[in-house]
């Protein structure tokens, strides 16, 4: 069965520092997510893409964070400087984008900022 | 705007027993349901869904939910628990076939030998 890949599973960085998650969703997928789960809190939508540019973004998603879709396979996620409340399990999904609206989920990267 | 509620935080039940995990949702127009369950060190997988149809809802590994919208609930169960469910279940409310999902804050299932 196809499945969203990220990597890595684990990111360590410093405050301040730039991050970039990766994903690779399911290849004939049109629409695209990025998801948080800060630990011990709930699922929480950042950002979806469709047709090359953000179609809907959450108050979280401010000018540090961007996403892009550089070579028609990869989805990244950019934080350019890290804050300390930024440490969470960041998710990826994609979604085919057809009636039924089944949305696969990656298996996370773990990004701690210390 | 659209929410989840998911009372309490764990759920405990023995093998065999029945599971019943509740979900409330708020949403302005017609909702669509999930159920996504995590096992430890994995993502989200998909359960089961309600977008339109029939509301009795069945999903993989014998979970099935129902909805109700006099009720605006959306309860998961399955009859018989299996150590295999021990794992975080999520409740998700979205208003369109695209539009991105609202997450209830999860609930622990535990089964007991």
């Known amino acids: 069965e196809p499945e969203v890949t990220q990597t890595p599973s684990h990111q360590v960085t410093q405050m301040g520092q730039e991050v970039i998650l990766r994903c690779v969703p399911i290849s004939n997928h049109l629409y695209f997510y990025w998801y948080r789960q800060i630990l011990g809190q709930k699922v929480e939508f950042l950002v979806s893409?469709?047709?090359?540019?953000?179609?809907?973004k959450s108050e979280i998603f401010d000018d540090q964070f961007s996403v892009e879709r550089p070579d028609g396979s990869n989805f990244t996620l950019k934080i350019r400087s890290t804050k300390l409340e930024d440490s969470a399990m960041y998710f990826c999904?994609?979604?085919?984008?057809?009636?039924?609206?089944?949305?696969?989920f990656g298996p996370g990267t773990r990004l701690t900022v210390t | 705007a659209q929410s989840v509620t998911q009372l309490g935080s764990h759920v405990s039940v023995s093998e065999g027993a029945l599971v019943l995990l509740r979900c409330n949702y708020s949403s302005s127009v017609p909702p669509y349901l999930f159920w996504y369950v995590q096992y430890p060190n994995q993502g989200l997988q998909l359960l089961l869904k309600y977008t339109t149809g029939a509301t009795l809802v069945k999903g993989i590994n014998g979970f099935e939910a129902e909805f109700k919208k006099s009720e605006t609930s959306f309860h998961l169960t399955k009859p018989s628990a299996h150590m295999s469910d021990a794992a975080e279940y999520f409740c998700a409310v979205s208003t369109g076939a695209n539009s991105k999902l609202t997450f209830g804050k999860g609930i622990t299932l535990s089964v007991r030998p």
């Open positions: 893409f469709y047709n090359n540019e953000i179609s809907e």
């Open positions: 999904a994609s979604s085919a984008g057809t009636s039924g609206r089944n949305l696969y």
